[in-house]
């Protein structure tokens, strides 16, 4: 696409509160079945006030506000959508067609195990499978998101500690992790010590080993790392931390590098979460709501969420027996639509499918990385798995940052891939195509950079002042955040 020749049409679209009249109405309710009551009957701290030229509208207008709404947005189903670190999978719409089965869709959460075989099944088979692909002994479903996940296992070894009689005091993380991890250990009560990374952008072992003592409770590691790079001294790493007591977790958000071909199990990690939305093409985000299910050794089984399913009398059930256990993480049994299309994901690919899908994915951001490192400045030599990090010292002598050429590939078409992060790269530029990408699209994706970054040397002002084409042009995005504009008005 020609940036400045954008073509197609998208409408104008007012606030609702510019829309509407008095007594219109988008739905209809049956009669009442008990005496109608008045807002006079409930508490008073439960009633909101009349809020004032709320608008009142047809169902027609809503849908069409709403569609119009979506035309304006970037999104994996209509843009190349090459976050790093957040891996866009595509979701098919086989999943959701399983998911809105009418034996799961309409499966209400307090049904009796005795009615609810199916997903019950469908929740243990899915444990199994997951359980096998990292090389795991146990996986619980219930947690509602990654973090929730990492929450989750980093309260289990926390338990498992106290359980030996000591809750230790510190978590090894390194500078290139995500930014949960620091988070999860510091709400579990730990203190935080920072892993630096050596000039290969990966983890010393020796650094390692030198900070890991009886105060170790743990190391919290993604590896792949978020430089897309494989930590190959991970066996070492986590030999070091469990000679002196301390547990290994491994952070599953870039499980997408190792499917079919390598299990964080055998590389010496007692626990890890997956994410449902990055590696088994449920939807991400908005489209959610997500799920995070946590895989252990058997050493941290005993620790794990409540409810669990476990076989009873030639079926399943869900059971609450385990003195151990953590607790509950999340209502009810996790968000069971996020599992039914996950397992859905599984069962299409087989393993065969999973391990080309890696295959594919790590091609995919090899062939970026290759074609873009003249141009772009590569974080580190080594080559990536499923994502690569570029800075932007080659554009900086120009006057051109990481933040214009996100801009300026909105009007090629793409969504900007994740931008300033790791921040132990300056100026980062963190592409992850994924497995679905086509070459043609990789290469469309590839000649947008090379014509932005040329442009920038003849007319920077012009990347610098991007986007120029999508419905609104560069806003404050520093205002945006300290001053949200969050009611309506006239």
């Known amino acids: 696409m020609k ?35 008045g807002v006079e009957s409930l508490p008073a701290e439960l009633c909101r006030e009349d809020l004032p030229d709320f608008p009142e509208l047809s169902e027609m207008e809503v849908l069409r506000h709403f569609l119009r709404l979506s035309q304006w947005n970037f999104s994996a189903a209509t843009n190349f959508y090459p976050l790093g670190s957040c891996t866009m999978k595509y979701n098919p719409v086989l999943n959701e067609r399983m998911a809105r089965l009418g034996g799961f869709a309409d499966l209400h959460p ?24 990292s090389g795991m002994d146990a996986v619980s479903l219930q947690p509602a998101a990654g973090a929730h996940g990492e929450l989750a296992g980093m309260k289990m070894i926390r338990a498992h500690h106290l359980d030996h009689g000591n809750p230790r005091r510190k978590v090894l993380i390194p500078r290139s992790a995500h930014g949960t991890n620091p988070a999860s250990s510091a709400l579990c009560g730990y203190q935080v010590v920072a892993v630096e990374s050596n000039d290969r952008g990966m983890i010393d072992p020796a650094a ?30 986590a030999a070091a931390v469990h000679e002196k007591g301390g ?48 895989a252990v050794r058997q050493r941290l089984a005993d620790y794990l969420p409540v409810p669990r399913v476990v076989r009873a009398g030639g079926g399943y059930a869900l059971s609450e027996e385990y003195a151990k256990s953590i607790g509950r993480v999340r209502a009810f049994y996790g968000n069971f639509g996020m599992l039914v299309r996950a397992y859905a994901y599984l069962l299409s690919l087989g393993g ?17 990385r290759k074609r873009l490192e003249d141009v772009l400045e590569i974080a580190y030599a080594e080559p990536c798995l499923h994502e690569c990090v570029f800075s932007d010292s ?14 300026r590939l909105l009007d090629y078409g793409f969504y900007a891939p994740t931008i300033y992060f790791p921040l132990i790269v300056s100026g980062a530029i963190m592409i992850e195509p994924t497995e679905s990408e086509t070459r043609e699209t990789l290469d469309e994706f590839i000649a ?17 002042s991007a986007p120029h084409t999508t ?4 806003l404050d995005e520093v205002r945006a955040a300290r001053q949200p504009r969050l009611r309506w008005k006239p």
Do not use: C, W
């Not at 049904?111 to 692909?133: F, I």
């Not at 080659?394 to 801009?407: N, S």
């Not at 947008?448 to 610098?464: D, L, Q, Y």
């Not at 419905?471 to 560069?474: F, I, N, T, Y």
């Open 448 to 464: 947008a950079v090379r014509a932005i970054v040329a442009e920038a040397k003849e007319a920077p002002e012009r990347v610098k």
């Open 394 to 407: 080659k554009l900086q002598p120009l006057g051109v940052k990481t933040l214009d050429l996100a801009k």
């Open 110 to 133: 307090l049904t009796p195990p005795g009615a609810a075989q199916g997903a019950l099944e469908l929740m243990a088979e899915l444990e199994r499978l997951l359980a096998e692909l």
């Open 3 to 37: 940036p400045d020749d954008a073509h197609g049409r998208s409408l104008d679209e007012p606030a609702l509160f510019e829309r509407g009249s008095s007594g219109r109405r988008g739905y209809t309710l049956p009669p009442l079945s008990a005496p109608e009551r």
């Open 208 to 237: 390692v080993a030198r900070l890991t003592d009886g105060e170790t409770a743990a190391i919290m590691v993604t590896n792949p790392n978020t430089l897309g790079l494989f930590e190959k001294d991970i066996v070492r790493i």
């Open 247 to 294: 547990l290994v977790y491994l952070d599953g958000a870039n499980m997408n590098a190792l499917l079919g071909v390598a299990k964080p199990g055998h590389m010496g990690a007692d626990v890890l979460q997956f994410n449902l939305h990055k590696t088994f093409s449920t939807p991400h985000g908005g489209g959610g709501p997500g799920a995070g299910p946590i």
């Open 471 to 474: 419905r609104v042009s560069r």
């Open 352 to 368: 065969d499918g999973l391990r080309r899908a890696t295959q594919m994915a790590i091609l995919n951001a090899n062939y970026v």
